[in-house]
């Protein structure tokens, strides 16, 4: 899969500025190095001198010089090494007045080049549409541009938030609106090359939100209560489960609108929750767990749900939940008093997508405005998210360019795979299965999934203690008796060694890079449990080229198409075939020993889950209910198997995180499907070593061959707070340079926050979902005045949890003028027993062989 940006980048620093700050940075490493040089030559004049006047005066220059002041007297240089410091330190001092002057002229030629890059259609279409508030700002801010007053204090304090959306445009690709055009592209050695992707004519695809739309259309002909055994019937999305399930908050229909009450999850509420947990479902089907689960009669079960349908508990639907449903179908209720506005809606759908980003602002009121009368009318309180794709014609890749890095990442990911916490939960949920219900045992897996995903994220959380305090053999109460949990903890421990080893002389000698090679990846990870590399796994990896023939691994996702399965239908009608190449991938890599590989096709509150049936075989809501959780006693682990006894493998195909999926689903997909590539190499690394947290550290770069795994990082500390806080934007951006020179770092960085302390990866969605999504990575250029300027508010708005600390990471791959923000979502797999590598076809009649 391709992420391209449409916007063509361009750098915001001025150039002329930047020249002059390349050589502030380069006097900077003059005036050290000259520093140091001095030290050993005072240091023998010192010696020379002893007992003397001089010496004195030696001392008080090889100190002024040590903590870079002027020296309290003048005169001639005592030394060479003294002469050439205070050459450097004048050429610094002269270079920090050049920057102190062209300061304000080159700030005003950056607001330029911002406003240039706001005027671009696709982005303003983007922002009118995600964020109104900052489309009008941008708006506001180009007409003060224009004006002939000077820019408001009002526009500058804008500049922050333009500049985060315009950055993020040029150097993040993350599917949303027009921000990022998306494209799924197959081997072929007559394609485009991946080094030069093209932005080609995207299509927009809009839609709303299936989730919430479906609420509000199951309200507009409700049935009766004598007719309610034709309905189907669901939680509403708008109610909320605590944390611990203990109590259901919802809304209840009061003579006024709507009110939110709560009630505790138990007994019949309980029934109700747990009968659907996966879906709407048909009412008949509801009556029926309940009366099984309450111990009920039917007419008792029948008299509950209604009661709870009055009450706002559960709520009906007119048709079963389907993901793959096309909005302007669902939009079609001729029989309902909205219809005029459901009309209304699809029409200014259609019209949405061919508007310019100045007439979005009053289609998306008008459209809003129709929709909060549907609800009205449906009685159901509900926001309907406006959604945008945008979609690239189906494209081939010639990817013999790239065969070096495209086998490194084999090993590379063999390596950080060893580190997936799926390996531990599906580990973990054996042993806690077998102690629950024996060896052997089979129950069904609708009734046990809360309570087994509870203890998994209990026994996950002890375990992340228990490791963080280093003691392995605590483990053993928590896993098999095969001791496969103690195996690979002790293999993470020795691969956590040997790079920690590698990046601590990497680090004192100077070097920018620890290089690993991917036989040396395969040979640390050859010990990996029998049992963890049973079954096929596979990665939907994020890379990007950095230009020299290397690529940079960003991320790692579960790579069954989850990254890219919500554009299928977008690409099935541009004509493409990704559904039916999915399709027959997913069943012969995941049904190789006859399991058949069904596809869960609910949405559970999930959008972005909504895709079209890829596997022939599918889960509704019902057929959760007959599948049992068996333990097969030969191999140790656990399976999920029909009715009829058939073994079963359940991939979630959409693209919401599996962790916000119900109990049942979240616990059978862990046993097929891997997780993400956690990275905590150089965090670890980090974290091992003492730091007094005021001087600089600077990391290594990790590398696998052709494949950059880990980039440079800064962490500043109180020396890169001490030049954030210069008082004036221009002292700022000196220190700042200055502090570059020192520590060389690049002009380019991307700021990111990490936790001392990372959450315990468990099947609980309040552990699973990443705090750095509160921090998200921002790039700054700190070459330029404007983004140097608004760069402590930016700091200011992180997040400021105790434990977060933040650090500074080289822009790799950095802005190249004229180009697009690009990258590739590669699939990279293993077979039953193998090794992870990249399967497609090289060309030139190669191709990669598979295990």
């Known amino acids: 899969m391709l992420r391209i940006n449409p916007l063509v980048r361009k750098r915001l620093a001025d150039p002329s500025l930047q020249g002059t700050l390349r050589r502030l940075a380069d006097a900077e490493r003059s005036v050290r190095d000259a520093a140091r040089r001095c030290s050993d030559e005072l240091h023998e004049a010192i010696g020379k001198a002893r007992g003397t006047p001089t010496e004195r005066q030696l001392l008080a220059l090889r100190r002024a010089i040590r903590h870079d002041r002027r020296p309290g007297h003048s005169g001639p240089a005592p030394t060479p090494a003294v002469a050439r410091w205070e050459e450097a330190r004048q050429l610094r001092s002269s270079l920090c007045d050049e920057v102190t002057r062209l300061y304000a002229r080159a700030a005003d030629r950056e607001r330029e080049t911002l406003a240039e890059l706001l005027c671009d259609e696709d982005l303003a279409r983007s922002l009118a549409l995600t964020a109104p508030e900052v489309y009008q700002q941008s708006r506001r801010y180009l007409a003060g541009l224009t004006a002939a007053a000077p820019l408001s204090a009002g526009a500058r304090k804008s500049e922050r938030g333009l500049i985060q959306y315009v950055t993020r445009a040029m150097v993040r690709t993350s599917p949303l609106a027009r921000f990022t055009a998306v494209g799924i592209a197959v081997p072929d050695p007559a394609g485009i090359s991946p080094e030069d992707p093209r932005c080609t004519a995207a299509r927009p695809f809009a839609g709303l939100d299936r989730v919430m739309l479906a609420y509000v259309l199951g309200g507009l002909n409700p049935p009766s209560e004598a007719r309610l055994s034709d309905a189907w019937l669901g939680l509403s999305p708008t109610s909320v489960l605590d944390p611990d399930h203990s109590r259901l908050y919802f809304l209840r229909p009061v003579d006024t609108g709507f009110q939110r009450f709560a009630v505790p999850v138990n007994g019949t509420v309980r029934a109700l929750v747990d009968a659907t947990a996966m879906g709407p479902r048909p009412v008949p089907s509801v009556v029926e767990h309940v009366t099984a689960q309450a111990a009920c009669s039917p007419e008792e079960a029948a008299r509950t749900i209604i009661g709870a349908v009055r009450q706002g508990i559960l709520c009906t639907y007119n048709e079963p939940e389907d993901g793959a449903a096309d909005v302007s179908r669902m939009l079609d209720r001729p029989d309902t008093a909205a219809n005029p506005f459901l009309e209304d809606v699809r029409a200014r759908l259609a019209q949405l997508t061919a508007a310019t980003a100045g007439e979005r602002g009053a289609g998306l009121d008008a459209l809003h405005t129709d929709v909060e009368k549907i609800c009205r009318i449906a009685r159901r309180p509900a926001r309907i998210t406006v959604t945008e794709d945008y979609v690239l014609p189906p494209a081939r890749v010639a990817v013999h360019a790239w065969q070096q890095p495209l086998q490194d990442l084999g090993p590379a990911v063999e390596l950080l795979s060893v580190f997936d916490w799926l390996h531990d939960i599906r580990v973990l949920a054996t042993a806690a299965f077998v102690e629950r219900f024996g060896a052997g045992a089979s129950v069904p897996l609708a009734t046990h999934a809360d309570g087994l995903v509870q203890e998994v994220s209990r026994r996950a959380a002890v375990l992340g203690e228990v490791v963080g305090g280093g003691d392995p053999t605590a483990l053993t109460a928590l896993t098999p008796g095969d001791h496969s949990l103690e195996r690979l903890h002790s293999l993470r421990r020795r691969i956590v060694g040997t790079t920690q080893q590698r990046l601590t002389q990497a680090a004192h000698g100077g070097c920018h890079e620890v290089l690993m090679s991917g036989a040396e990846c395969l040979e640390l990870t050859e010990e990996l449990p029998e049992r963890l590399r049973r079954d096929p796994l596979s990665y939907g990896v994020l890379v990007q080229s950095t230009g020299d023939g290397r690529l940079v691994l960003n991320d790692g996702l579960p790579g069954h198409g989850m990254l890219y399965a919500r554009f299928l239908e977008a690409d099935r009608r541009l004509g493409g075939d990704a559904v039916t190449r999915l399709g027959e991938r997913l069943t012969e890599r995941y049904g190789w020993d006859g399991s058949r590989v069904v596809e869960d096709l609910g949405l559970h509150r999930l959008n972005v889950n909504a895709h079209p049936r890829i596997l022939p075989h599918?889960?509704?809501?019902?057929?959760?209910?007959?599948?049992?959780?068996?333990?097969?006693?030969?191999?140790d682990q656990l399976r999920v198997q029909d009715a009829d006894g058939q073994d079963l493998r359940i991939l979630p195909l959409g693209t919401g995180h599996p962790g916000l999926f119900p109990p049942p689903l979240s616990l059978a997909s862990c046993l097929a499907t891997g997780g993400r590539l956690n990275n905590d190499l150089l965090d670890g690394w980090h974290r091992s070593l003492p730091w007094d947290g005021r001087t600089t550290r600077r990391t290594p770069r990790i590398s696998v061959g052709a494949v950059v795994i880990a980039r440079r990082r800064w962490y500043g500390g109180i020396e890169l707070a001490a030049a954030l806080g210069s008082s004036t934007p221009h002292t700022r951006l000196q220190a700042l340079t200055q502090w570059r020179g020192r520590h060389q770092v690049p002009e380019e960085v991307v700021i990111k926050t990490t936790f001392e302390q990372p959450p315990p990866r468990t099947l609980d969605p309040s552990h699973v979902l990443p705090r750095r999504h509160r921090s998200k990575p921002q790039y700054v250029d700190l070459t330029s005045a404007l983004c140097t300027r608004v760069l402590p508010r930016m700091l200011d708005r992180r997040?400021?949890?105790?434990?977060?600390?933040?650090?500074?990471?080289?822009?790799?791959?950095?802005?190249?003028?004229?180009?697009?923000?690009?990258?590739?979502?590669?699939?990279?797999?293993?077979r039953p027993g193998g090794l992870f590598r990249y399967e497609g076809a090289f060309g030139h009649g190669e191709r990669s062989v598979r295990t």
């Open 618 to 635: 599918g889960l509704r809501p019902d057929d959760w209910y007959a599948l049992r959780l068996i333990h097969d006693e030969d191999a």
């Open 799 to 830: 997040d400021t949890d105790a434990a977060a600390v933040h650090y500074l990471e080289e822009g790799l791959p950095g802005i190249e003028e004229g180009t697009h923000a690009y990258e590739w979502a590669v699939e990279i797999g293993r």
